[in-house]
């Protein structure tokens, strides 16, 4: 699976429970839960690469990762 497809059933499976109307974080600005985890999701995903290579993980990691 190629991270685009993660990422897109990631957002599928949020938007479909609401998380565009949850708060993840208030403060100076809100930031809705759907935000929050989508932007942590891209976050593993451009750092797996260096994360894989320099500790040794493999897929299986990746997918706990993910979830």
Request: hydrophobic share 45%.
């Amino acid at each position: 699976m190629n991270y685009s497809d993660i990422r897109q059933k990631a957002a599928e499976w949020m938007i479909a429970r609401g998380w565009k109307r949850k708060t993840a974080k208030r403060g100076g600005f809100n930031q809705s839960l759907f935000e929050h985890s989508i932007y942590e999701l891209d976050a593993l995903l451009t750092l797996w690469p260096i994360l894989s290579q320099s500790w040794g993980l493999d897929e299986t990691d990746f997918a706990s990762l993910v979830v």
